[in-house]
């Protein structure tokens, strides 16, 4: 088992999994259609664990001595929970300001209506105070119907996970 604060690159059959790591604060490179030589050297340049769900990739990275997840990807929760338990992690929270872009994986600045107010519908600025803005690729986020969804996933990885204190 590891015991640090783990960051990632993942290969392109888990681009799910990666927005929901980012989401949940996890730093986590993702490149759709990067061959198996960048992610090794990406793991190897960055110290990144790399999840995978190929084996011959896996076998590549373990033969090399790098860190590396493989995944079975039949879906985002159980990979979650395989990956987090490696790590000896045994609970996770959705909190917003803590998040990543799940686009392009920068940090995200919080950001009130007058700053946001040329990049969102006017019906979404007059129901939310506070946003989250990706100076990288100039995305902005607010809390929407979709935070149900995530607080559930994060509920459901903590049960997983043996936190039955999970919020």
């Known amino acids: 088992m590891r015991k640090m604060r783990p960051v990632f690159v993942v290969d392109g059959m888990l681009g799910s999994l990666a927005r929901k790591l980012r989401m949940f604060g996890f730093d986590t490179l993702y490149y759709n259609y990067a061959d198996d030589d960048r992610l090794i050297e990406v793991g190897k340049q960055e110290n990144r664990v790399i999840l995978t769900c190929d084996k011959m990739l896996f076998q590549r990275v373990i033969n090399m001595g790098l860190d590396g997840i493989l995944l079975v990807g039949s879906n985002d929760l159980d990979d979650m929970v395989h990956v987090l338990k490696n790590f000896e992690i045994n609970s996770v929270e959705f909190v917003p300001q803590r998040s ?20 969102v519908p006017a019906n979404v600025l007059a129901r939310h105070e506070k946003f989250y803005f990706c100076k990288q690729c100039n995305k902005v986020y607010w809390e929407g119907s979709h935070l149900k969804k995530l607080q559930e996933f994060g509920r459901n990885v903590n049960r997983r996970l043996g936190n039955s204190e999970s919020k």
């Not at 920068?106 to 107010?117: E, Q, W």
């Open 100 to 119: 990543r872009c799940p686009l392009c994986n920068n940090t995200l600045d919080i950001s009130d209506k007058n700053s946001v107010k040329d990049h």
